[in-house]
């Protein structure tokens, strides 16, 4: 897993300093060989986090074409409140111990739906209600769905299965 580290200025495009708090010492991370585009090595973070929390069905949408707020969505399921939170909590804690942190939480103390804004991508956590009512996947249909790296996504999928 790529590592990250702090760093109070990095150079941008133009070969000009500016500051910046982390520094991705590798950029990002591989898909699997279906998979057309890099992950960024925070996502990876993210989606091994929610692995260890066992979240469920796992979805990661490109909105680049779509949208200017945000490069990506992460959407999560958790099987109740107390799950969601405890996903959102490791998913915060993962990154912030890599020196990541997250720009806002919204709608953890309800826990039906948890956002974690990174600012290049957006961590969504619902309840399995809240996922169907909401339906972000379809709301934002238009979004590339992106094939998590096969490992992760087996990893997800076999705590999923040894669960059951």
């Known amino acids: 897993m790529p590592k990250l580290k702090e760093q109070s200025q ?11 708090s982390v520094q991705r010492e590798s950029e990002t991370a591989k898909t ?9 090595a925070k996502i990876i973070y993210a989606v091994h986090a929610a692995r260890d929390k066992k979240a469920i069905e796992p979805v990661l949408l490109d909105l680049r074409a779509v949208a ?6 992460l959407i999560l399921s958790g099987t109740n409140t107390r799950h969601v939170q405890a996903i ?9 111990a890599n020196g ?17 804004d990174y600012g290049s991508f957006i961590v969504h956590v619902f309840e399995a209600k809240a996922r169907a009512f ?4 379809r709301l934002w249909r238009d979004a ?3 094939t998590l790296p096969a490992d992760e996504m087996t990893a997800v999928e076999s705590s ?3 669960e059951r």
């Not at 909401?134 to 996947?137: F, G, I, N, S």
């Open 10 to 20: 990095v150079e941008d495009e133009t070969g000009a300093m500016e500051d910046s």
């Open 32 to 40: 699997d060989e279906h998979g057309a585009s890099n992950l960024d």
């Open 68 to 73: 200017s707020f945000t490069d990506h969505f």
């Open 88 to 96: 959102a909590d490791g998913i915060v804690g993962t990154l912030k």
């Open 100 to 116: 990541v942190r997250a720009n806002r939480v919204e709608g953890y103390s309800g826990a039906e739906w948890v956002l974690v």
């Open 134 to 137: 909401y339906d972000l996947e």
């Open 144 to 146: 590339t769905r992106v």
């Open 160 to 162: 999923l299965n040894n």
